[in-house]
């Protein structure tokens, strides 16, 4: 089942935050999160495993909640470079290992 | 992180001809490969899953027969659009995941399909 992400779309001007949210009605094994620019495959930006496990590169990081059906993908003083859509990708316990991703998020960040 | 190749990266053919794309992981073997189709401004969509030396396993929805997988080694997987359709025009995206518990899937480049 696709997770749902929101917002669909988020314009920001550079320097501002955002977050991105996923959900799931079922319990998850893990969340993916990716970024894709335009034209181009997605690039792999972390994976969250554990329940209440926060992980963070640089101005991106993201949370995984304990219930383990919720992620969310915070972007902090944005740079023009955050230009893209995100998906989160949600693994389940009984999906024998594949990756269902979300509708995406497109993130549009302006000078 | 780790190196996925696809060739070829763009191909345009005649509508009935069938297409070959193939799917490498260079500096792991990836036990397992996924094949993905994305079409404008759309989210990746799940087609198959490819384990290597056995039958691809194809989500609801994607027909077997037209959308050949084959997981020959540990490094490679190849899908074959057969007699293909200008419906079946759209960016196709081969992932992969290693063995020894690592989690992370990997994509390849893309392959960008036009069937006129």
């Known amino acids: 089942q696709q997770p749902v992400q929101s917002p669909q779309a988020v314009i920001l001007r550079e320097g501002e935050d955002a977050v991105i949210n996923c959900s799931s009605s079922k319990a998850l094994y893990s969340v993916h999160w990716y970024r894709q620019k335009h034209g181009e495959a997605p690039v792999f930006l972390m994976i969250?495993?554990?329940?209440?496990e926060q992980k963070g590169h640089e101005k991106i990081s993201a949370s995984f909640n304990e219930k383990k059906q919720q992620s969310s993908l915070y972007l902090t003083a944005s740079q023009l470079s955050y230009s893209g859509t995100y998906f989160c990708g949600t693994e389940g316990y009984s999906s024998a290992s594949k990756i269902i991703f979300g509708s995406g998020t497109r993130l549009s960040i302006r000078p | 992180g780790a190196v996925v190749s696809q060739h070829p990266s763009r191909v345009i053919c005649k509508s009935g001809t069938s297409v070959k794309i193939e799917c490498r992981s260079l500096?792991?073997?990836?036990?397992?490969m996924f094949w993905y189709r994305q079409f404008p401004k759309q989210s990746l969509m799940l087609m198959a899953t490819?384990?290597?030396?056995?039958?691809?396993?194809?989500e609801q929805g994607v027909e077997k027969d037209k959308f050949l997988i084959n997981h020959a080694s540990l490094t490679l997987s190849t899908l074959t659009v057969t007699s293909a359709h200008p419906e079946d025009s759209s960016f196709y995206i081969c992932?992969?995941?290693?063995?020894?518990?690592?989690?992370?899937?990997?994509f390849g480049p893309g392959t960008r399909l036009l069937v006129l």
């Open positions: 992932s992969a995941r290693g063995r020894g518990g690592q989690e992370t899937q990997y």
């Open positions: 500096d792991f073997q990836a036990t397992t």
């Open positions: 490819s384990n290597e030396g056995s039958k691809a396993t194809y």
């Open positions: 969250l495993l554990k329940g209440g």
